[in-house]
C-alpha cells in the first residue's frame, strides 16, 4: 500500500477514535431534517446525554452546531463548527458571537477553541423558542441567522422531548476535521431550467490571420534589427521590425559577377555623361534636334540606376561574408500580436522559407468542434455552449444568450458532413481570452442539442459513477451524509438534471464525495464515535 494511501486510511480512521473536546461529546443526528436551507435533528450522545444538531448555511458559511437539550437555569455549550464557503477551510483565529431572541435576549461569546471551532456557553432562564444568530465579530465577518433552540422548563420536559433511543439511519459519518483536510464542497440542489448538450471534443483555434509563420524569404545569414532580437513573449505591431537577413550567395563566383557588375556601371555612366555633354554642345551649335539630348539624359538616369544596384548586390554580399552590416531584406511582423517562438539566432544562416518566428493574437480565440452527425441536426445556433480544459474541473460558459458585450459568437456551423469522421465542424468566438487559453490545445466542448427543460439540478461534480449506478451524497447534517442512487438527465455547463433521488433545497457533495464513500465504506457509519 502507498504511502498516500496510508494517509488517507489514517485519515479516515480519525471518525473511529475519540477524541472529546474539552469534555464536551460531539454527536450527530439520527433524524436530519432540511427546510429552507437548513438541516436539524436529535443526535445521540455517546454516553447517556443526547445532542441536538443544527446544520445552516450563509452566502459564505457554514455552521454546524451541537449543544444538549436546554433547560432553564442550566449552563449549555453551543459548540459550533465554522466552515468558510470559499475554499471549505475552517474559520481561524476568530471570535464569534451566539444571539438568541424570544422570551428572552440572550447573547455569548467565545474565541476559537480549536481550528474552526467555537463554544459560547449560555443559561436560559426563560423556557421557549428562540430565534438564533451566529456571528462572526473579529478575525471574519459573515452570519448566520433564523435557527432554533429550544428551551425547556424542567428537565423531565427535555428527556421527554428527547428519549435518545433513535436508530441509526444507515448515513456516513464524515467529520469536520476530515473535511477541513482535503478537497471538500457542498451545494445545494436548485430547480432550474436546463438545455440537454451534446459533449464532443475540440480544440482552441484562432482566426486567420491570428497566427502568423514568418519565414525566410531569401538564403541568407540572420542579423539583429538595431532594435534588438525579438524574444518570446514579445508584444510586437504589425510591420514592426524583426530581424534582417544579408542573402547568401547562391555560388561562389556571384560576388566576384557583382563586383564586375559595378565596373561595368560605372563604365557606362561615364559614358552616358560624355554623350550627354555631347549632345547639348551640338544642339547649341543647332547641329542636331533637341530630342537627341533628351535621349543622351535618359540614358544617364539609367546608367546612374544601374550603378546604385550594382552596388547594393555587392555591399549584400560583403555583408553575408563579413557578418556585418544590414541586409536590405527587412523581416517584419504581418500581424499585431506576441512572439510565441523563435526559430533562429542573430548570425545563422537559413535557407529559403525556413521558419523564423512564429506570431499569435492572443486577444481572439475560437473553440472548434466535432459534433457528431447524430446530434446535427438538433443543435442550437442561439444557445450558450461550454467547454473544460483538460485536467480542469471548470466549465466556462460561451455566453451567446446574455449581454452583447460578452463578445461571445457563433462564428460557423459547417453545412456539410465530413465523409471521414461524419461529423459537422462547429465554431464560436470566445469574447475574452484567458492566459490559460493556448491555441491548439484540446479541450471538451458542451454544444446545445435539444429545447430547455425544467428540472432539479446539481453540479456534475457530484455525480458518483459506481458499478454503473449514478450515486449522490446527500448532507443529512453537517457531518452526516446519506447515499443517495439517482437518476440522471440532460447536462448544460457544469450542471446535470437529476429527474429522481435528490429534492430541490437538499444539499450535495460537490467534491470529495468519493472520500465520503470510502468513509462509509471503512466503518465510520452511523454515530459512533465522538470528538
Known amino acids: ?121 449560555f443559561t436560559p432562564t426563560v423556557a421557549g423558542t428562540y430565534s438564533g444568530t451566529l456571528t462572526v465579530i473579529e478575525g471574519g465577518e459573515g452570519s448566520i441567522r433564523d435557527f432554533e433552540i429550544e428551551v425547556y422548563p424542567t428537565q423531565a420536559a427535555a428527556d421527554e422531548a428527547h428519549p435518545g433511543d433513535e436508530e441509526d439511519d444507515g448515513s456516513v459519518s464524515f467529520l469536520k476535521e476530515q473535511q477541513w483536510r482535503v478537497p471538500f464542497d457542498t451545494a445545494f440542489a436548485d430547480r432550474r431550467s436546463i438545455r440537454p448538450s451534446a459533449e464532443v471534443t475540440g480544440e482552441f483555434a484562432t482566426p486567420p490571420g491570428g497566427v502568423a509563420h514568418v519565414h525566410a524569404p531569401v538564403a541568407g545569414r540572420v542579423m539583429a534589427a538595431t532594435s534588438g532580437f525579438p524574444s518570446p513573449g514579445t508584444l510586437v505591431e504589425a510591420g514592426d521590425l524583426l530581424a534582417t537577413i544579408a542573402p547568401t550567395p547562391g555560388a561562389p563566383e556571384d560576388a566576384a559577377r557583382a563586383s564586375l557588375a559595378v565596373v561595368e556601371a560605372q563604365s557606362r555612366l561615364e559614358a552616358s555623361r560624355i554623350e550627354v555633354e555631347r549632345t547639348q554642345r551640338m544642339a547649341a551649335d ?101 467547454f473544460q480544459l483538460v485536467g480542469d474541473e471548470r466549465w466556462h460558459v460561451i455566453d451567446l444568450e446574455g449581454s452583447p458585450d460578452t463578445g461571445a459568437s457563433l462564428v460557423h456551423a459547417s453545412r456539410t458532413v465530413d465523409p471521414g469522421s461524419r461529423t459537422v465542424r462547429v465554431v464560436y468566438a470566445l469574447g475574452e481570452s484567458e492566459d490559460a487559453l493556448r491555441v491548439g490545445a484540446a479541450v471538451h466542448v458542451l454544444v446545445p442539442v435539444g429545447p430547455p427543460v425544467d428540472a432539479v439540478t446539481v453540479p456534475r461534480s457530484a455525480i458518483l459513477d459506481v458499478e454503473g449506478r449514478s450515486i449522490v451524497y446527500v448532507q443529512v447534517e453537517g457531518e452526516s451524509f446519506a447515499e443517495r442512487s439517482v437518476r440522471t438527465g440532460p447536462t448544460e455547463g457544469a450542471r446535470i438534471a437529476i429527474l429522481a433521488g435528490v429534492e430541490a433545497g437538499e444539499r450535495v457533495v460537490t467534491r470529495g464525495a468519493h472520500l465520503v464513500r470510502l468513509a462509509g465504506s471503512s466503518g465510520s457509519v452511523g454515530h459512533g464515535h465522538v470528538h
Open 1 to 121: 500500500m502507498t504511502r498516500a494511501i496510508w494517509s488517507l486510511v489514517g485519515l479516515l480512521a480519525l471518525g473511529c477514535h475519540d477524541h472529546p473536546h474539552d469534555g464536551e461529546e460531539h454527536a450527530h443526528d439520527e433524524e436530519g431534517g432540511h427546510e429552507e436551507g437548513a438541516h436539524g435533528g436529535h443526535g445521540h450522545g455517546h454516553g447517556d446525554g443526547v445532542a441536538i444538531g443544527i446544520t445552516r448555511w450563509s452566502e459564505t458559511l457554514e455552521l454546524f452546531a451541537e449543544h444538549p437539550p436546554a433547560v432553564v437555569g442550566q449552563e449549555v455549550s453551543f459548540l459550533a463548527h465554522v466552515t468558510i464557503l470559499d475554499g471549505f477551510p475552517p474559520l481561524e483565529d476568530a471570535r464569534v458571537r451566539l444571539s438568541m431572541t424570544g422570551p428572552a435576549e440572550l447573547h455569548a461569546e467565545a474565541p476559537m477553541l480549536r481550528s474552526g471551532i467555537y463554544r459560547p456557553v
Open 286 to 386: 543647332q547641329a542636331i534636334p533637341a530630342r537627341r539630348v533628351e535621349e543622351a539624359e535618359r540614358q544617364l538616369h539609367v546608367a546612374e540606376a544601374s550603378v546604385a544596384a550594382a552596388r547594393r548586390a555587392q555591399s549584400l554580399y560583403s555583408s553575408a561574408q563579413s557578418g556585418r552590416g544590414r541586409g536590405s531584406w527587412r523581416i517584419t511582423s504581418p500581424i499585431r500580436g506576441v512572439v510565441d517562438a523563435v526559430e533562429v539566432s542573430p548570425g545563422e544562416a537559413v535557407g529559403s522559407n525556413d521558419l523564423l518566428f512564429r506570431i499569435v493574437d492572443p486577444d481572439v480565440l475560437w473553440v472548434r468542434a466535432d459534433v457528431p452527425e447524430a446530434w446535427a441536426s438538433r443543435f442550437v445556433r442561439d444557445a450558450n455552449a461550454s
